[in-house]
């Protein structure tokens, strides 16, 4: 079969004809029709992330996912020929409680491999097998955002995260309820995106910010499901003097990670998702004050990385939501699907201003956004 494949930490990418995996004794096996490109693909085929399976000369790229079920071993009951599905990324290193329980996306172990990332070859192949457990059945009527499922539940966790510090501020009894809280989100990529949306729904007053004006797809979208935006290509500073009970960062921009600690309002939380380029630098970072200001507004700084399954389980609900009160705002989220051939491309470059690139694996597959 053709895969998308790369050699860390060598840069560049290349299409190999590699042999098709075998159905294991209670498997599934999954022809693959989409995977979408994200900034970790990015940095691992710039030979800055990655590793390969051990062993193995060559890591099979992709980790956002869409397939069709083909095959199912007689031990792998719930799953049917033509069944969609999108797979989860880690795989737990087995050792500690959170990887037994199906939550590896809190493993301290650090010996958990991420399927199309670290150790463990991904989805950017015409077929992958895999067992139930980390099969996500998707309904049909989802099939032409599904493949965004994997950064949804990436969103789904990191909200979750924030959610738990701003729950410190639950109505007091006896007291108005509060006015709907307000969110921050720094960057319109799909991670950005997907955050303005699940915060809407979440009944979150959102901003999001980024560099483009209000001609992109990213701010008519925004304008769309009622969130505002504002182009900080000339500073922060343009976002006045709001400050936010929840700030999520979807950029990896180190200083701007530093300076977006100054648009927290009190007990605020901002949450990290963006992951830098551990060799980047900050610049001209006022510690002092940016502590201070954390310590005496009882403010919260929280990473998060990954999600378990619970997470794409709230990402359907959440995208099926989305599906039916902005049917117009959630087809511009994928800027481009692309056929598989154009890998080179698709992989090769950045390009500001786009949402989504979607590599499509297989074509015609049922409801394919491209026929
Ligand atoms: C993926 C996560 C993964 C993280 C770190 C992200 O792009 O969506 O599943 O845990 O990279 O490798």
Redo the contacts with the bound molecule.
Sequence with gaps: MRAVVVRPPRAGVELLEVPAPTLVPGGVRVSVLECGV???DHDIVDGK?GRAPVGTPFLILG??NLGVVTEVDAAAPGFAPGDLVVAT??RGCGEDRFCRTNRSDFCETGRFT?RG??GAHGYMAEEYVEVPEYLVPVPPELRPWAVLL??MS?VEKAIVQGQLVLDRKEPTPGEPKPVAPSALVAGTGAIGMLAALVLRVRGYRVTAIDRHDETTPAARILAAIGADHVNTAGGLATVGDRRFDLVVEATGSVDLDFSLVNLLGPNGVLVLTG?PDAGTPAHDVAGGALWRDVVLGNQAIVGS???NRTYFEAGLRDLAVVRQRWPDAIPGLISARRPLESFADVLGGRAGGTIKTVLTIRPGGAGDATR
């Design positions: 994200c900034g970790t992330y980790h956002e990324v880690r991420e990332i670290g994997e950064p990436v992951i990385v990954n999600a």
